[in-house]
T-cell receptor, first 114, second 114 residues
Framework: AQSVTQLGSHVSVSEGALVLLRCNYS??????LFWYVQYPNQGLQLLLK??????LVKGINGFEAEFKKSETSFHLTKPSAHMSDAAEYFC????????????FGKGTKLTVNP | SAVISQKPSRDICQRGTSLTIQCQVD?????MFWYRQQPGQSLTLIAT?????????ESGFVIDKFPISRPNLTFSTLTVSNMSPEDSSIYLC???????????FGPGTRLTVT
């Protein structure tokens, strides 16, 4: 069975600072990993995904994530936070590329301070 | 990616009544899913909507409470039956992208049961 742990339900950074949102997964098969963002009162938007191949994945809005199998991690980073990045971020795992159900972490709410 | 719409976007309903939520996609998709996001929580898969056959429900969700229809490859409905305040949630549909890698979500239906 798959599971996802997001460390830190709330993360606060200053505008221009590094954003680091942590995600660890558990999977009995090679995982497919995803990060989604949810802005207030909106649905989920796919930020980026890891399937196979290159372990450093670049997504939209300047975000990237690195798949580290040895650490079972898929942390999300952005070098410089912008006010518009304030949202909730969800890490998710799927055993078969997202064509089956996604198992979500509990989410991390990012606050960006001016 | 596919454009997904949901109706209604929000509703306030009385306990004991039922609400049907529609999900429309602008292109044919093979896989469609329904998720629930309870207040302040992450997303939980309710069921996989199968075209032309009965939906596949996750543990803890039953057809009598959440009947689902999927008459074709672009449309699905989820009914929340005999509602109670505990059903107050955001309900989201998702589809698998054409690449088969990753799911894309509709904007959600925000349901409040009084």
């Amino acid at each position: 069975a798959q599971s996802v742990t997001q460390l830190g339900s709330h993360v606060s950074v200053s505008e221009g600072a590094l954003v680091l949102l942590r995600c660890n997964y558990s999977s009995s098969v090679p995982p497919y990993l995803f990060w989604y963002v949810q802005y207030p009162n909106q649905g989920l938007q796919l930020l980026l995904k890891y399937t196979t191949g290159a372990t450093l994945v670049k997504g939209i809005n300047g975000f990237e994530a690195e798949f580290k199998k040895s650490e079972t991690s898929f942390h999300l980073t952005k070098p410089s936070a912008h006010m518009s990045d304030a949202a909730e971020y969800f890490c998710a795992v799927s055993p078969q590329g997202g064509s089956e159900k996604l198992v979500f972490g509990k989410g991390t709410k990012l606050t960006v301070n001016p | 990616s596919a454009v997904i719409s949901q109706k209604p976007s929000r509703d306030i309903c009385q306990r004991g009544t039922s609400l049907t939520i529609q999900c429309q996609v602008d292109s044919q998709v093979t896989m469609m899913f329904w998720y629930r996001q309870q207040p302040g929580q992450s997303l939980t898969l309710i069921a996989t909507a199968n075209q032309g056959s009965e939906a596949t429900y996750e543990s803890g969700f039953v057809i009598d409470k959440f009947p689902i229809s999927r008459p074709n490859l672009t449309f699905s409905t989820l009914t929340v039956s005999n509602m109670s305040p505990e059903d107050s949630s955001i309900y989201l549909c998702s589809v698998v992208g054409t690449s088969g890698l990753g799911q894309y979500f509709g904007p959600g239906t925000r349901l409040t049961v009084t």
